[in-house]
């Protein structure tokens, strides 16, 4: 039986209890409705939001990578200046021993070559700075002491007063010579002064951390024998002579007490 609203009575959806209060659907209200203004300020407020957003993004995106360029420079600018550092050094290194070197060999030869003559060049120059003195012995290498004496005649035919005698003596080497008077001397060691660089330059290698060998210090420490220590020639036996360092500009030196 219909009830009075119309609609058909289902037992399956009655209940006849007296508290029962029949839920009541509510109604699905109706979309909301814009208008065309209202849909385009929405979208160009959503566009714009947008915008700003993506633009703050990469914007620190950018600046993240400029962070990350700048770290990898200064990396690699550190890298770069210690290894030109290095190579420097090396380079520095490598320069001084190859000094070494061409000064090991080519002063042997040298010696061997010009040793007399600039032998006798220090000897006539000390000669002509000491003319007053008259008696002068001249101590060289038992080899040399002849061809010193041929060259020291020429001196002495010019002042017939000049007493000079030339001495040999074993503990001088090839290019040295002590010249002494009453009352002064001098001297002159090439293999002194020879040995003096070879040390300088070592010096220089070994304060870079360089391994140096000297073989001709080793050929020199054979000439001597293994007792011979000394590689200062004595002092010529002359009274009242005493022997001075000689000068850096021409390899001598004297004095008078």
């Not at 947008?50 to 993240?64: N, P, V």
């Not at 001098?186 to 140096?212: F, H, W, Y």
Request: with cysteine; glycine share 8%.
């Amino acid at each position: 039986m219909p009830n009075k609203n119309g609609e058909k009575f289902l037992f399956n959806v009655h209940c006849f209890d007296e508290d029962f209060v029949k839920e009541v659907e509510e109604e699905i209200p109706p979309p909301p409705m814009f208008s065309q203004e209202e849909l385009e300020a929405a979208r160009h407020a959503a566009f714009t939001k947008g915008h700003a957003q993506a633009l703050e993004e990469a914007k620190a995106s950018r600046g993240q990578h400029l962070a990350t360029v700048l770290e990898t420079l200064s990396n690699d600018l550190a890298h770069l200046c210690s290894q030109e550092e290095r190579r420097e050094k090396l380079y520095e290194q490598e320069a001084v021993s190859l000094s070494l070197a061409i000064f090991s060999k080519l002063f042997p030869l040298y010696q061997e070559h010009y040793g007399f003559n600039e032998l006798a060049e220090t000897i006539k120059t000390v000669l002509s700075r000491h003319e007053g003195q008259k008696d002068i012995t001249v101590y060289v290498h038992p080899d040399l002491v002849q061809g010193v004496e041929a060259f020291l005649t020429k001196i002495q035919r010019q002042d017939s007063g000049l007493s000079l005698c030339v001495t040999g003596d074993e503990s001088l080497g090839p290019g040295a010579t002590k010249i002494a008077w009453a009352d002064g001397g001098a001297v002159r060691d090439s293999e002194s002064m020879a040995g003096q660089i070879e040390t300088l330059i070592k010096q220089a290698l070994a304060a870079r951390g360089a391994k140096v060998h000297d073989r001709q210090e080793d050929k020199r420490g054979e000439e001597n024998g293994p007792g011979n220590t000394d590689s200062a020639p004595p002092a010529p036996d002359t009274g009242q002579a005493r022997q001075d360092r000689p000068a850096p500009e021409n390899q001598t030196g004297d004095g008078e007490s």
